[in-house]
């Protein structure tokens, strides 16, 4: 029996950077991975896949609704092609997998591909094309999570659905109706509103991303209505029901009334659950909570010392690079060393356009802290730069401490958020206050201008531009 410093179950973005983490500090080690390619959901039917079609649809709307803005005339009929479409998607996947294949083979990590459970702490059997069994004196639990669904929903994945199969549709829903209106019902929505679809979204909540910013919820808000998309808040969903090809969904308003809506496709998108299925922690002497999660400490240590789990099967956010960071800590715990973890400063990310972007506190949860702070807000309108590109909707804005002016949360939606939170989260990591952003030099004409002149509103209202 082959035996390791390490063995990490499961190879997504938690579990193949720890691997990479490991080898890198001078450790034997194992990845088990029960599909045939690796990289987990976030490669293969979740980060990437998504973000190349929100790509594809993105140039979709510009060419049909923004070129002639730009002075540029296509003749006769744009048109999508949602087969090739796909099948780009599915080579940006391809790559991208491989590319993990690649990292493994240069780290000197050893792949099995089959399911992993646990023997005890320190076996796995794997069942599958590398079956048989391994020994680690330190196993790493990376299992991630599955679409979680209400209990009332049969998904027969062909018209009820999750993000998975709306992955790779073959046709473009006439109406789809979106159950959550979270980040995966927006990204996954105004793909398809993008292509043509008349977009339904029932949430249960008084808001969009009910977790984020309330401005936020506000602004994309409006974006969707804009594209005529119904946004049903404050709706629950009782029953879906499918008919042929039809699909009806029955959910209660506010007033107790039953709502119907009848579409050709229905995305459930409520959230997702841990997932453990066929690990056998509990031979390991591994504890699963209520809520399905493997249970750690501080160290992301289980209740068997020598296992570890990260990821979306442990408590906190459910995002790839929470995942990753949880990667390397354990890797550089069991290497002896004291890493350390802010998930405070772990930013969010939604990447419909404009993009949505937040780290730190939000407005609701200093006011439940009883914190005092202080607002400055700029509008993507004000700036030259948003102007050139014609995105000019969204805005920054900072929250800081009253008295002190360090930062305490940044929240922003307008084109190129995604890559402007990296200031704020590095801002935030060095304590800056409002006024040490304001102070340094952002390039002219840029979007991140915003951010300096947000920073410059916090700090007394001393924006130049509005
Ligand atoms: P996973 O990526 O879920 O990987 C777990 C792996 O373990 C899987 O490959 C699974 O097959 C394997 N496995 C499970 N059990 C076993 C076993 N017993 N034996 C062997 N192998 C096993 N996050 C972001 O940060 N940004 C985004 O833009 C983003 N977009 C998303 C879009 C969609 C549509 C979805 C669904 C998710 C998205 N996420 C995004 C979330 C992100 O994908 C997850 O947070 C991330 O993949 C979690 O990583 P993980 O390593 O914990 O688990
Ligand atoms: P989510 O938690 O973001 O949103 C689920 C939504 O469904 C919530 O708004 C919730 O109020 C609503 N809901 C729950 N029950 C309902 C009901 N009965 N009727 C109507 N609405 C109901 O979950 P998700 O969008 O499914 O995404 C799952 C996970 O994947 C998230 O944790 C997210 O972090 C991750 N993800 C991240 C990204 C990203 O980082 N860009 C993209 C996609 C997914």
Redesign the pocket.
């Known amino acids: 029996m082959k035996s390791y410093d390490v063995a990490v179950i499961g190879s997504g973005p938690g579990g193949y950077v720890a691997a990479i983490r490991c080898a890198q500090l001078g450790m034997t080690t194992a990845l088990i991975e029960k599909y045939s390619t690796l990289g987990g959901t976030c490669l293969n039917v979740?980060?990437i896949p998504?973000k190349a079609l929100l790509s594809s649809s993105h140039h979709y709307e510009e060419a049909t609704k923004h070129f002639s803005d730009h002075g540029i005339d296509i003749p006769g009929e744009i048109k999508v092609n949602l087969e090739k479409m796909i099948a780009r998607k599915q080579s940006v996947v391809d790559q991208t997998t491989g590319g993990i294949d690649f990292l493994m083979k240069k780290n000197n990590i050893d792949v099995y591909e089959g399911l992993g459970s646990f023997i005890d702490a320190t076996h796995i059997k794997i069942e599958g094309k590398d079956a048989g069994e391994i020994e680690a004196k330190n196993i790493i639990i990376a299992t991630g999570?599955k679409?979680?669904n209400?209990p009332f929903i049969e998904l027969d994945k062909e018209r009820i659905i999750t993000?998975t199969e709306a992955l790779k549709l073959k046709e473009v829903p006439k109406h789809m109706i979106v159950?959550?209106?979270?980040?995966?019902?927006l990204?996954l929505g105004q793909v398809y509103y993008r292509l043509g679809a008349q977009v339904t979204v029932?949430?249960?909540?008084d808001r969009?991303?009910?977790?984020m910013d309330a401005g936020l919820s506000k602004e994309l808000n409006k974006v969707f209505k804009k594209a005529k998309c119904k946004m049903m808040m404050s709706?629950?969903?009782q029953s879906v029901e499918r008919k042929g090809d039809e699909v009806i969904v029955k959910?209660e308003n506010k007033k107790g009334e039953i709502v119907e809506f009848k579409g050709d496709y229905c995305l459930v998108?409520?959230?997702?659950r841990p997932y453990t299925d066929g690990l056998n922690a509990e031979a390991a002497g591994v504890k699963i909570n209520e809520r399905g999660q493997v249970e750690v400490n501080e160290h992301l240590q289980t209740s068997a010392s020598n296992v570890y789990a990260i990821g979306d099967v442990v408590k906190g956010?459910?995002?790839?690079h929470k995942a990753e960071e949880e990667g390397v800590f354990v890797a550089e715990t069991i290497a002896g060393q004291k890493p350390h973890i802010d998930y405070n400063l772990i930013p969010?990310?939604?990447?419909t356009w404009p993009e949505v972007a937040a780290v730190g506190k939000t407005e609701e949860e200093l006011k439940a802290e009883k914190v005092e702070y202080k607002v400055g807000q700029f509008p993507f309108r004000a700036l030259g730069r948003a102007r050139a590109s014609g995105d000019i909707d969204g805005f920054v804005k900072i929250l800081a401490d009253k008295t002190t002016d360090e930062v305490l949360g940044v929240h922003m939606i307008g084109a190129r958020c995604a890559d402007l939170i990296a200031e704020a989260v590095t801002a935030m990591e060095f304590r800056a206050s409002a006024e040490d952003i304001s102070r340094y030099s952002h390039a002219h004409p840029t979007f991140a201008e915003a951010v300096k002149e947000a920073a410059l509103a916090a700090t007394g209202n001393r924006a130049l531009h509005v």
């Not at 029932?202 to 909540?205: D, I, K, L, S, W």
């Open positions: 979740g980060c998504s999570s679409p979680s209400l993000s159950i959550g209106g979270g980040v995966i019902g990204e029932v949430e249960y909540m969009i991303l009910p977790t709706h629950k969903v959910a998108s409520v959230g997702r956010a459910m995002l790839a969010g990310v939604v990447y």
